[in-house]
């Protein structure tokens, strides 16, 4: 077993004890179990599968960071919420938005931040069916 806290800049913090977690990475899924080596890794948009012996959460994460080191793991993100917070309506119109924004003629900067904004109401999305 090892303890996970998820921190967001606001303070939204969230700790369990776990047997395995899966990360989003820009090289894949990372799956950590308990007595793994040390690591820091960037995580992406996604969702990400806490265990605890046989039951599993899936939670919806923003980019940020994953540090593991002597059976404390650390996720900084800039948010988190569980598949079972989702409000899919609420995650509807955002993929909505996005979608409309991504119509338009963009900034680079603007484009950047609608595929962002689409890529999280799709994984929110995924993640309450």
């Not at 606001?10 to 179990?33: A, C, F, Q, Y």
């Not at 509807?92 to 962002?116: G, S, T, V």
Request: neutral net charge; aromatic residues 6%.
């Amino acid at each position: 077993m090892f303890t996970l806290t998820m921190i967001t800049p606001e303070g939204k913090k969230h700790v369990s004890e776990n047997t395995r977690i899966s990360l989003p990475t820009e090289d894949g899924l990372r799956t950590i179990l308990a007595n793994h080596m040390d690591v820091v890794v960037p995580v992406e948009i996604g969702k990400v599968k806490v265990i605890k012996d046989n039951q599993s959460d899936t939670v919806v994460i923003s980019e940020g960071i994953f540090y593991f080191k002597d059976n404390i793991a650390q996720l900084f993100v800039r948010t988190f919420e569980f598949s079972e917070e989702i409000d899919r309506i609420r995650a509807e119109r955002a993929k909505e938005r996005a979608e409309e924004m991504l119509k338009r003629k963009l900034e680079a900067r603007e484009m950047q931040e609608a595929e962002l904004a689409l890529k999280r109401a799709l994984t929110r999305l995924s993640a309450t069916r």
